[in-house]
């Protein structure tokens, strides 16, 4: 007889389902504990940050001064070229800041902190990832705002409440996409030195291949083609149109490219696609790395 009991209390549907694992809230807990990491590192060495806001903002500050006797009508239809350049650094920065994302993962391999966190009893190894991107992106959005504020306070002026909603969704869905790339970069790179190598090839040419600092019509045509195909145009045009337009909507006209013209939401949702593809593109590496 107690030996029934035992057995019956074993087998209880009761026990057997006390405590399920919450496969969820684990992977949320991973991820706020690296992404917590990160910030610890970044307060710990705060010159990084410091100077990817000092740069952009010595940019505003010298270009805006070097083109401030620009003939009127060169760059559009603004009058200030502060006004013009501010949606060029706010993407630009934003885009730098991404596209080293990967390095801390980088060093983590290099140093051996990456291969304790595979052996590590972790939920899923993909909290790595997803700690990565949300430290980025943070950072990126922090920058954008204090650019946002400076270029206010050196005239270029200050978009509505939508329109700054507007201006963090497009840094957020550029620096999504760049952040997956760099992650995975950095996970099929051999080392440190080929992706700064990468960083600095790719850095300056999408710069002066985009419209962050002329026009569209100020280049010749075989430039303007590759500018249409550079996602950075896509994501600074519209925050420039937020700058000159206190009215707007999707279907606002934005660039017009060789092509067709581009409205606000198009452009929206070119840079959806470039993330979405970015993500995906990496999916295969991410899974035979974390594996």
């Not at 074993?10 to 991820?31: D, K, M, R, Y």
């Not at 005239?155 to 992650?183: E, K, N, Y």
């Amino acid at each position: 007889m107690k030996t029934d009991i035992n057995f019956q209390q074993i087998t209880s549907p009761t026990l057997s389902t006390e405590n399920p694992p919450n496969f969820f809230g684990e992977i949320v807990q991973e991820t706020l504990a690296l992404t917590r990491r990160l910030f610890i590192q970044l307060q710990r060495r705060p010159s990084s940050l410091a100077a990817g806001i000092i740069q952009p903002v010595m940019w505003l500050v010298l270009f805006g001064a070097l083109f401030q006797n620009a003939p009127q009508g060169l760059f559009g239809a603004t009058t200030n070229y502060g006004q013009f350049l501010a949606a060029g650094v706010i993407v630009f920065t934003a885009f730098a800041g991404a596209l080293n994302a990967g390095l801390p993962v980088m060093f983590d391999r290099e140093f051996g902190f990456l291969n304790r966190l595979l052996v590590a009893p972790l939920a899923s190894r993909f909290s790595i990832v997803f700690a990565s991107a949300i430290f980025i992106i943070s950072q990126s959005l922090l920058q954008a705002a204090v650019i946002v504020g400076a270029a206010a306070f050196l005239g270029a002026g200050l978009p509505d409440a939508a329109g700054l909603s507007a201006i963090a969704l497009i840094v957020f869905l550029l620096a999504l996409g760049v952040t997956a790339i760099s992650l995975g970069l950095a996970f099929a790179l051999p080392g440190h030195i080929e992706l700064i190598a990468v960083i600095f090839v790719t850095n300056l040419p999408l710069l002066f291949a985009s419209t962050a600092l002329a026009p569209l019509s100020f280049m010749p045509g075989w430039l303007q083609v590759i500018a249409t195909l550079n996602p950075l145009s896509y994501a600074i045009e519209p925050i420039r149109y937020l700058y000159l337009h206190s009215n707007w909507g999707l279907n606002d006209v934005v660039m017009h490219t060789f092509w067709g013209d581009i409205t606000f939401g198009g452009a929206l949702l070119v840079l959806l696609g470039f993330a979405v593809v970015a993500l995906l593109s990496i999916q295969p590496r991410l899974r035979k790395t974390l594996a």
